[in-house]
């Protein structure tokens, strides 16, 4: 699984928990029997009018936030439109992490479920239906179509890397891709025309915006690592960083490309580019950093413009761009790390169909798009709308042509990452140097 993953298309395309950094596995690589055109086969509806069918939704989201509230209003629309049916949400928020798993194998009444695709689908995956033929039928928001010709290829490849064999076992939405967050206004008052691609832009860029007064990269310590990961999976690519970490080589760690990333980002703190609270701040003081205008740029994922959306309201002069190449790069610049939530059917469930059809209206057409306006965020279906502060995002997303695990790799070693986390903190705090930093990571 760790080749090279192509999206290849403009619009055939697409927290982990939400809010938090995750390590995800790479998708699989299309095959040429995936490249094969499927037959669209029209939904029949094999109830009648007085069917009554109860659905059981069990719901990662709390009801008073944006995608419950969405979620909830669909539901009523849905059960409107279809008077036979009802659906009974219990609102478990993120806790369903935890209780879904016992909740199924107690053989608790539950025809639909969602959460992380990393986190709940492996922990219930003995009970998950296979939803491969239902990709493959029309319903009445995909105008006709097959549903997997109308929704984010790469999240449903993703989906593929936790479901069994030869199975598709989870309905992928809400999206996300990690990024260089930006404020537009800065960039513009700072006089950079140009979005830096490559690290000497990236420093030409930081030095402008010092002068303008800016301070241009915060970080905390949630997303402290996202920062030479990313560096070093350009420089070397995310299979070379997850081995890295995972193996603690110490041959590997001597590498010049982690000297050079550490020579690189004490560069940035010796010439006074990071916000000076860096090696203090505790999540989420960066990304408020960056909401109150201290600061000008910070990675992370585009669940950031949600979260931080009761700060800077809906007019903040958001901007997104890939991670700048690096010198003597082997990796693919255009890599970054995306995946997504998802619903999940119980193989259990004795109303499949319309369980299907009820995430088939939610993550296609109207409310798709009303999901995503209300949390400013990446819709499911290829077709909707995406919310006006990640239309740069959007064409990162578009144009990302190889899966990175989260953080670029240097997340996939839990054990190892607060040790490196604390190492990193010091050299953009300038209390070690690079070779300090390579000699800590020697000998873990």
């Known amino acids: 699984m760790r080749k090279f993953f192509a999206l290849g298309m403009a619009v055939c395309i697409s927290a982990g928990a939400v809010g938090c950094s995750t390590t995800e596995p790479k998708p699989a690589t299309t095959t040429e029997t995936e490249k094969t055109t499927t037959t669209t086969t029209e939904k029949v509806d094999t109830t009648t009018p ?7 939704y069990w719901s990662m ?8 509230q969405v979620i909830g209003q669909a539901a009523k629309q849905y059960m409107e439109e279809n008077e036979n049916v009802t659906i009974n949400i219990n609102w478990q928020g ?4 935890k209780i879904i798993p016992a909740k199924l194998n107690a053989g608790e009444k539950i025809d639909i479920y969602d959460g992380p ?3 709940v689908l492996p922990a219930t995956i003995d009970h998950v239906l296979d939803v491969t033929d239902y990709f493959k039928q029309s319903y009445p928001s995909t105008d006709g179509k097959a549903y997997e010709e109308v929704v984010l290829k790469a999240t449903v490849d993703t989906a593929k890397v936790y479901s069994k064999e030869g199975e598709l076992n989870g309905i992928p939405y809400q999206p996300y891709v990690q990024c260089m967050f930006y404020n537009k206004d800065h960039f513009e008052k700072a006089g950079i025309t140009a979005l830096p691609a490559t690290w000497e832009e990236f420093l030409g860029a930081c030095e402008k915006l010092k002068a303008a007064g800016y301070a241009p990269l915060t970080v905390d310590d949630a997303y402290m690592l996202a920062l ?6 350009r420089a070397k690519g995310g299979d070379w960083v997850s081995q890295l970490v995972t193996e603690n080589n110490d041959e590997m760690w001597k590498d010049p490309a982690v000297l050079q990333m550490a020579e690189a980002y004490a560069e940035l703190a010796q010439k006074g580019y990071f916000h000076p609270n860096v090696s203090s701040n505790i999540f989420p003081a960066g990304q408020q950093d960056l909401a109150n205008n201290a600061a000008s ?3 992370n994922a585009t669940w950031l413009v949600n979260e931080l959306m009761p700060v800077t309201g809906p007019d903040f002069p958001w901007g997104q761009f890939q991670f700048p190449s690096v010198p003597n790069g082997e990796g693919n610049p255009k890599a970054a790390n995306y ?3 998802a619903f999940y059917i119980n193989k259990n469930s004795g109303n499949q169909d319309t369980a299907f059809d009820f995430i088939a209206y939610l993550t296609t057409g109207e409310w798709d798009g009303k999901i995503a306006e209300a949390t400013y965020g990446i819709p499911s279906g290829i077709n909707s709308v995406w919310p006006a502060q990640l239309v740069d995002a959007k064409e990162v997303f578009i144009g990302t042509e190889e899966w990175l695990p989260w953080s670029g790799g240097m997340e996939d070693n839990g054990d190892l990452a607060a040790t490196i986390s604390a190492a990193f903190t010091e050299l953009i705090s300038g209390k070690i140097t690079p070779q300090q930093f390579v000699d800590r990571m020697v000998g873990m």
């Open 50 to 56: 007085t069917d009554k069918i109860e659905l059981t």
């Open 61 to 68: 989201w709390n009801e008073a936030e944006p995608q419950g």
């Open 94 to 97: 993120r806790e369903i992490n």
């Open 117 to 119: 695709l990393n986190v």
């Open 228 to 233: 030479p990961g990313y560096y070093l999976a």
């Open 297 to 299: 740029m910070y990675l």
């Open 339 to 341: 995946a997504s939530q």
